[in-house]
């Protein structure tokens, strides 16, 4: 036995090591690929829309140690968020914790995104693991999925969809269904049963959409395997899994339903239309065409292209090349499954053309409730609660990387087989391969693994545009500077009333500028009270938003009556820039020569007398 040999069966007693590897190269591959090195780590990747309401949902966090109450927004009454149920706990546990590190929102968010990359990756081996996936293979798809092209287009405004890392874990579970495995055993406290409560509990805690979309082909998937094998008992443990996943969305939703019984509820937040259902769908063209902002100028043309031109964008979902091509492999694949009624003819284990007949199962299903016009769409006529179902297209990821990992090895023991048939001719070189069939599988796939991963980079990760990430610092700094400056010249819990005034949450652009931009001066702020923020469809909250609407002389006397000791104005959402409201503003209060702007002339402060 060769070195080499030697070095790869002692690396294959090492069941930690696909994992370690798949978390470091993931880390390696957004580190450089977003640049991190020269990243300022207190300002956000993203920091605007979305992302501005998770930074103030951290940054209360932070103060507070809980995020569903802040007394400094929606001033003076204060910011309840729940109003706005919220199930997705788990993110806001893990963001408690790591506020012992940093008291910067901006850096918070940033190390959670950066985290939900390994963490990723080691879900995805162990479910590539699971369904036959070989270790070199699986470490190197791991990576894939993990730098998936769903991660950077949620980013950090919608964060706690791009922690997807319970996702492999929910489907692993599906797996053991669709194969006839128990979830549990008789035993309560036993490994098995503890770690399909485990798996269960983080999905319902983790996030709403993945919780219903696992449960829905849970149920699909769960009666199509009774109808096979009429084994009820499987069955029961399917719809008992289900039902752990409801029970954890209520328990997390609790604390909300208790806030609605005693205030009643808000009819004005979590209002969906129906027909959201199929404009937040996805089409199967939108999958398999390259991903946004590709670094490949004709790729990048053309889904723009795509995204302009034709209906029902959404949220340009897209898998990447190679998932893509596992996601047609798969399609394929259950056509010609079920058109030769199940009698395949090829010279494959049975084991191997089950798990993908699974993989495609699954796969057809998610897509039929995520495709424009499919499923969702009869769910939307019960007033289902769900509208962005493009979502879905992350299992479908997962799925379709497993199918790619069972094909390429097929391929490696394709070509170790016709290595084999040749080496007799060539005994001289045949001296020094290796002679192990793990060290020669080791040196047709571990090439392939690195060709896999250096091709996700290149694919996956949008490039870093220079110019994008100064304005976001510039901008930044421009807030940051200008509430220091506020600060300095107010007294300390002033109320700043903010105009215009958009309600919170989820309400249409003002001139391109979202309910989620009046954040901004809060989330630099120290000591002021803001009156932005406050969950619409609350008389307190709505009617002090009703004063921007008033003549100038009548809102400042409105105004008076809050003790609000400054007006803070967003020159962006006006299309005059905002001179004509600040010049009012300035005639009526004296306050001329002491209104001052931002460095970016976004925003502009004018005091008034309590």
Not at 304 to 324: H, K, M, N, R
């Amino acid at each position: 036995m060769n070195r080499l040999d030697a070095l790869a069966l002692r690396l294959a007693t090492w069941r930690w090591l696909p994992y370690a590897l798949a978390a470091l190269l993931s880390l390696v591959a957004v580190w450089f690929g977003l640049d991190l090195w020269n990243l300022d780590w207190k300002v956000p990747l993203y920091y605007s829309g979305d992302a501005l309401a998770v930074g103030s949902h951290f940054k209360t966090i932070i103060e507070y140690g809980w995020f569903t109450h802040q007394p400094d927004l929606g001033a003076p009454y204060g910011q309840f968020y729940n109003d706005y149920p919220q199930a997705d706990n788990l993110h806001f546990i893990v963001a408690s914790v790591l506020r012992v590190f940093t008291h910067d929102f901006g850096a918070l968010m940033n190390i959670y995104f950066v985290l939900g990359f390994p963490l990723a990756a080691i879900t995805a081996v162990w479910f590539l693991r699971l369904v036959g996936v070989s270790r070199t293979l699986s470490v190197a798809l791991g990576v894939v999925f993990s730098i998936a092209p769903y991660h950077f287009i949620k980013g950090e405004g919608h964060l706690f969809l791009a922690a997807y890392f319970v996702v492999p874990l929910a489907l692993g579970v599906l797996y053991l269904v669709a194969t006839g495995q128990p979830l549990w055993s008789r035993r309560i406290l036993s490994r098995r049963n503890l770690a399909t409560v485990g798996i269960l509990v983080l999905l319902g805690t983790a996030s709403s959409y993945y919780s219903v979309f696992v449960a829905l082909v849970l149920a699909v998937v769960g009666l199509a395997k009774l109808w096979q094998t009429h084994a009820w008992r499987r069955f029961w443990g399917a719809a008992a899994a289900g039902g752990v996943i409801a029970l954890t969305m209520v328990i997390n939703l609790l604390p909300d339903l208790v806030y609605r019984l005693a205030n009643g509820a808000n009819e004005a937040v979590l209002v969906r239309s129906p027909p959201e259902a199929e404009l937040y769908s996805f089409k199967i063209a939108s999958l398999l065409l390259p991903v946004p902002g590709h670094r490949f100028g004709p790729f990048a043309t053309l889904r723009q292209l795509y995204d302009t031109y034709y209906p029902l964008p959404s949220e340009a979902p897209a898998l990447g090349l190679i998932g893509a091509a596992g996601f047609v492999a798969l399609i394929v694949f259950a056509v010609y499954f079920l058109l030769s009624a199940g009698k395949t003819r090829w010279r494959a284990p049975k084991q191997y053309v089950r798990t993908l007949a699974i993989l495609a199962g699954m796969t057809l299903v998610a897509f039929l409730f995520g495709t424009v016009g499919g499923l969702s769409t009869l769910l939307s006529f019960v007033d289902f609660p769900i509208r962005s179902w493009n979502r879905i297209a992350i299992l479908i990821a997962m799925l379709a990387l497993a199918a790619v990992g069972l094909i390429l090895d097929r391929f490696v023991r394709w070509v170790l087989r016709r290595a084999r048939s040749r080496r007799a001719d060539v005994s001289a070189e045949a001296s020094a391969m290796p002679t192990s069939s793990a060290a020669r599988r080791w040196v047709v796939a571990v090439p392939l693994a690195v060709l896999l991963m250096l091709l996700a980079v290149w694919d996956q990760i949008p490039p870093i545009d220079p110019a994008v990430r100064a304005a976001t610092v510039a901008s930044y700094d421009s807030d940051d500077a200008f509430v220091q400056e506020v600060e300095s010249a107010v007294a300390p819990e002033c109320l700043i009333y903010q105009l215009p005034y958009i309600p919170f949450p989820e309400s249409p652009p003002v001139n391109g500028v979202t309910d989620s931009d009046e954040l901004r001066p809060f989330l630099h702020s120290d000591d002021l009270r803001w009156s932005a923020g406050g969950i619409k469809g609350r008389a307190p909250i709505d009617d002090v938003g009703a004063y921007a609407s008033l003549a100038v002389p009548a809102m400042l006397m409105a105004l008076h009556g809050i003790d609000a000791c400054g007006i803070v104005v967003d020159r962006a959402a006006y299309t005059d820039h905002g001179d004509d409201i600040v010049a009012q503003l300035e005639r009526a209060t004296g306050t001329g020569a002491s209104a001052f702007s931002s460095t970016d002339g976004r925003f502009t402060f004018i005091g008034i007398t309590p």
